[in-house]
Structures are given as structure tokens and as C-alpha cells.
């Protein structure tokens, strides 16, 4: 039924835009949900460990997989100021480097938010309002920090 309505919504988007650019979109942020690849695994016979970190890198591998067909899929209709950022048919080590990257950055947040803000006194509740925006702050701070780095590498 999800289904139905995501293609429903995007499909009347894309229409009154009369492009396919929304309904790409639509089956991207449909296909690339948690929940989703949760069912799709669970209906094969796998099941993955909440909070894990195999849950968290096979997420980033549907999601950077997924991204890849998009931009693949969108290459001659994106536009001229996204194309040096995008990895248009990039080889799987590619993205298997960006999955593992998206997961050691989930890992690395989620252990700052649950075991070192405690040291300074602040104690957040899991699936809390507050817990979102902290995860979500400690995760920009830190992909900052890589990339700051990164820029000042010699070479």
C-alpha cells in the first residue's frame, strides 16, 4: 500500500512537472527506507540486529547503491554544478568505500552520543527528540572534521 501511494504522490508531482525526475525520486526514498530493506531481508530469512554494526553498514549499502542507480539514471538531466560531486557508474568498491564510511559515521556518532556525553553531563534518551538532534549534530561535526582533514592533506 506504501507502495501505491509513493508512486501516487511522485507520480502526480512528476506529472504536473512533466518529468520523471520526482517519480525516480519517490522509488529512491521508497526503496532506501530502513523499514523497507528490514522487510525485504526479514522476507528471505534474514534478520539484522538492532543498533548493529552489519544493521547500520547493510542500511548505508542500500542507500549508497541506490544513489548510484539515481545518478546514474538522472546523469544527462543533472544539473552542470552537481556533476563533479556525483559518481556517475561508479565500480562497486566505490560505494562499498562509501557504505563503510556511512557506517563507521553511525558507529562513531552513536558511541559519542551514548557513552561520552555522559562524562560532560548530558544524558539524552533514545529516541528522543533531543537524541535526534544531538546524533545528528555529533555526525556533521564529525564528517566536518574528516573532511577539514582531508583538505589539508598533503598531496
Known sequence: MSFIFHVLF???IAGVLRTRFPLDLGLFIFFTNDGM?????????IRLVPGSLGETFVNAFVWGSG????????????????VPFVLVDAPWFAIVGMAVGCALLKAISTTVVR??????????????????????VVGFAILGLVLLALSYAPG
Do not use: Q
Not at 530493506?37 to 530469512?45: Q, V
Open 10 to 12: 511522485f507520480g502526480l
Open 37 to 45: 530493506t528490514e522487510w525485504a531481508l526479514r522476507k528471505i530469512g
Open 67 to 82: 544513489v548510484s542507480i539515481l545518478f546514474t539514471h538522472w546523469k544527462d538531466a543533472a544539473p552542470k554544478w552537481l
Open 115 to 136: 557513552r561520552v556525553l555522559p562524562w560532560f553531563g548530558i544524558k539524552i534518551a533514545p529516541d528522543s527528540r533531543a537524541w535526534t538532534i544531538a546524533y545528528g
